[in-house]
């Protein structure tokens, strides 16, 4: 069952979604699915990545998508490899490069990076025979955290076609908000976005977004609400709005979800309650968070299934 689409997934690498075709990503939906009604435990064990080493090479701090990952490679039957630059060559002065070298005549498989560069990821591809998994790279992708999220709506709507999804939040410096565009518009789905001018992009890089100006706008448009925190690891200009103004002005609070009850609300994590969410929001009914975090087991198991045997 679980490669039922195989014939239909093309990609020898997961860089972003942008690559995907709507097969593809149909094709990693249906793998999840499988992994997910198999139960995402530690008792249900696969063995699609018996024989083979994972390595997560995570050039950036990560909880949620580093466990997350390691998880799903264990849970397939892979050896998995923690590669962390602190106490590394990395702090030697070995590039990334170098590094990839080394690690690669170990005979590994299957490499997880997560960068603060933009082009790492393909960088890397393109000096190895190994399969690479954009795992989050600087403000451009996180592919894996927008097929979760997609998967997770689908599981509430069944199908994303004429869907409203507002994203709202620091859109321009989210890697997650441009894989979440590229994604949901693949799908079907309308998107918004939401947040201070300062917090903006170039509305030019997308087609077909919109552009709402209050918390207020976005709850009463949208089917789906997606709440980012503010990257203040990736801000350059520190002319930004205090935690305060911006709690005041684009946070989500139970208030809004009384008036549209049936809003569906979503948050990559981590989550900085009293900003852009209440602790209260994230934990409603409403809320699908914590499907998130279990669904991101399922696509990640998806992800690295499809990807070892597309290219066996």
């Not at 590394?88 to 170098?98: A, F, I, N, Q, Y």
């Not at 207020?216 to 520190?238: F, G, H, T, Y």
């Not at 979503?266 to 914590?290: F, K, L």
Request: aromatic share 8%; net charge negative.
């Amino acid at each position: 069952m679980v490669f039922a689409n195989m014939s239909h997934y093309s990609q020898k690498h997961l860089l972003g979604i942008h690559s995907l075709s709507r097969e593809d990503i149909d094709a990693i939906f249906q793998s999840a699915a499988f992994f997910s009604e198999c139960g995402i435990n530690s008792s249900q064990k696969f063995s699609y990545l018996h024989g083979k080493t994972v390595v997560l090479g995570f050039f950036e701090s990560s909880t949620r998508t580093r466990c997350s990952f390691e998880v799903a490679a264990k849970r397939l039957g892979a050896e998995v490899l923690l590669f962390q630059p602190q106490g590394s060559s990395v702090e030697k002065g070995e590039t990334l490069l170098d590094t990839l070298e080394t690690i690669d005549a170990m005979g590994v498989d299957i490499w997880v990076i997560r960068h603060s560069i933009n082009g790492s990821v393909e960088l890397m591809s393109n000096h190895s025979n190994g399969i690479f998994i954009n795992a989050g790279e600087g403000n451009k992708e996180h592919p894996t955290q927008a097929l979760l999220d997609g998967f997770t709506l689908l599981e509430k709507f069944d199908s994303l076609e004429g869907k409203r999804i507002c994203i709202v939040g620091d859109i321009l410096h989210s890697r997650v908000a441009r894989s979440d565009i590229y994604l949901f518009q693949k799908l079907g789905a309308e998107v918004a976005i939401c947040g201070p001018d300062i917090f903006m992009p170039d509305l030019r890089e997308f087609s077909n977004i919109h552009r709402l100006e209050t918390i207020e706008d976005s709850v009463a448009w949208a089917d789906a609400i997606n709440m980012l925190r503010i990257q203040k690891e990736r801000i350059v200009d520190k002319n930004i709005p205090t935690t305060e103004e911006y709690s005041q002005q684009f946070g989500l609070r139970m208030k809004h979800l009384v008036s549209k009850p049936d809003i569906i609300v979503m948050h990559p994590g981590p989550a900085n309650y009293g900003v852009e969410i209440d602790h209260e929001v994230a934990h409603s009914p409403q809320s699908v968070i914590q499907r998130q975090v279990r669904n991101g087991v399922a696509v990640r198991m998806a992800v690295l299934t499809l990807l070892s045997n597309h290219n066996r």
